[in-house]
């Protein structure tokens, strides 16, 4: 059982490039959540998922798109990376307590 | 949408005495309010959590407050020790199944 398993774990890229950060969990939750934590602040809801097929905005969702096509897999993607995008991104899944993943920082230069 | 205030930003304490975290929240519907500590370049962890209808919860050294009705819950550690040195983060799980955090306090357990 890996829990959330998140990759990659840092990453650096150039601005107006684009990735995709990948997240899967084993556990069978239908909820799952993008978060971003910039250096010494708390956790902001990019986007979440209450199931495969759905998917809905957070409160930072400008620059970012998710798809959810399996239970397991939630991705998000960067558009055009820019400076402001430099955080480090956290996965999340359940809906009573929340498991994280190991978090993925992102530079973008 | 809910939001959720969270004070101090930070604590130093000496070890072996006490610490508290208050957080507010503002939406009344909110009925799940658990805490994550966050070592340094880890992944948060939850460490206790309360129900809506539960007023106190203790583990060992953690407890857990609540008031509903000024909108408030506090997180407790007695004793500390250098390993709870850490960033603690409250949160409020809203009604439409989002968990906002609080922005986070950094406790520092001095030796």
């Known amino acids: 059982n890996a829990g959330v398993t998140q990759t990659p774990k840092f990453r650096i890229l150039k601005i107006g490039q684009s990735m995709t950060l990948q997240c899967t969990q084993d556990?069978?939750?239908?909820?799952m959540y993008w978060y971003r934590q910039d250096p010494g602040m708390g956790l902001k809801l990019i986007y979440y998922?209450?199931?495969?097929?759905?998917?809905d905005k957070g409160e930072v969702p400008n620059g970012y798109n998710v798809s959810r096509s399996t239970t397991e897999d939630f991705p998000l993607r960067l558009e055009l990376a820019a400076p402001s995008q430099t955080s480090v991104y956290f996965c999340?899944?359940?809906?009573?307590?929340?498991?994280f993943g190991e978090g993925s920082r992102l530079t973008v230069l | 949408g809910e939001n959720v205030e969270q004070h101090p930003s930070t604590l130093s304490v000496q070890e072996g005495d006490s610490a508290v975290i208050k957080c507010t929240y503002s939406?009344?519907?909110?009925?799940?309010f658990p805490w994550y500590k966050q070592e340094l370049g880890k992944r948060p962890q939850l460490i206790i959590d309360?129900?809506?209808?539960?007023g106190e919860k203790k583990d060992q050294r953690i407890a857990v407050t609540l008031n509903k009705t000024a909108k408030h819950f506090s997180l407790h550690i007695t004793e500390t020790q250098p390993e709870d040195s850490a960033v603690y983060f409250c949160?409020?799980?809203?009604?439409?199944?989002?968990?906002?955090f609080g922005p986070g306090t950094r406790l520092s357990v001095l030796p």
């Open positions: 939406d009344s519907a909110s009925n799940y």
């Open positions: 999340a899944s359940g809906s009573r307590e929340l498991f």
């Open positions: 949160a409020a799980k809203d009604y439409g199944q989002n968990f906002v």
């Open positions: 556990m069978n939750h239908n909820y």
């Open positions: 998922s209450v199931g495969a097929g759905i998917t």
């Open positions: 309360i129900r809506s209808n539960v």
